[in-house]
Nanobody, 117 residues
Framework: QLQLVESGGGLVQAGGSLRLSCAASGRTDSSYDMGWFRQAPGKEREFVASIGWSGANIYYTDSMKGRFTISRDNAKNTVYLQMNSLKPEDTAVYYC??????????WGKGTLVTVSS
C-alpha cells in the first residue's frame, strides 16, 4: 500500500503562488503515476494534473495550463504542484492520488487552498 500526505496549502491573495507537495510512503518500490485533484465547496472533485512515473506523460485540465506545473522527485517519493496566478475560484481542497501498476488507487487526505480576492 501507499500512504500519501499533502502539504503546502494555505491562504494566499489572488495573483499569488503556492507550491503543494505530496509525499508517498509505504510501497514506493513499485512504480506509480501521480495526480492532483481538487474539490471546491459544494462541487464535485475534479482533475487538476497528472504525471507519469518517469516524469513524462504530463496532463493538465485546460483551465490550469500555463498557471499550474506538476513535477515529481522519485528519490524523495514526492510530487509537487506549483500554482501561480491563483484566482479565488482555485479555492478548494487539493488531493493527490497515486495509481500503481496493478491499478490500485491511493488518496491523500487533502490540503486546503484558500485564495482571497
Amino acid at each position: 500500500q501507499l500512504q500519501l500526505v499533502e502539504s503546502g496549502g494555505g491562504l494566499v491573495q489572488a495573483g499569488g503562488s503556492l507550491r503543494l507537495s505530496c509525499a508517498a510512503s509505504g510501497r514506493t518500490d513499485s512504480s506509480y503515476d501521480m495526480g492532483w485533484f481538487r474539490q471546491a465547496p459544494g462541487k464535485e472533485r475534479e482533475f487538476v494534473a497528472s504525471i507519469g512515473w518517469s516524469g513524462a506523460n504530463i496532463y493538465y485540465t485546460d483551465s490550469m495550463k500555463g498557471r499550474f506545473t506538476i513535477s515529481r522527485d522519485n528519490a524523495k517519493n514526492t510530487v509537487y504542484l506549483q500554482m501561480n496566478s491563483l484566482k479565488p475560484e482555485d479555492t478548494a481542497v487539493y488531493y493527490c492520488k497515486a495509481r500503481q501498476v496493478d491499478g490500485m488507487d491511493y488518496w491523500g487526505k487533502g490540503t486546503l487552498v484558500t485564495v482571497s480576492s
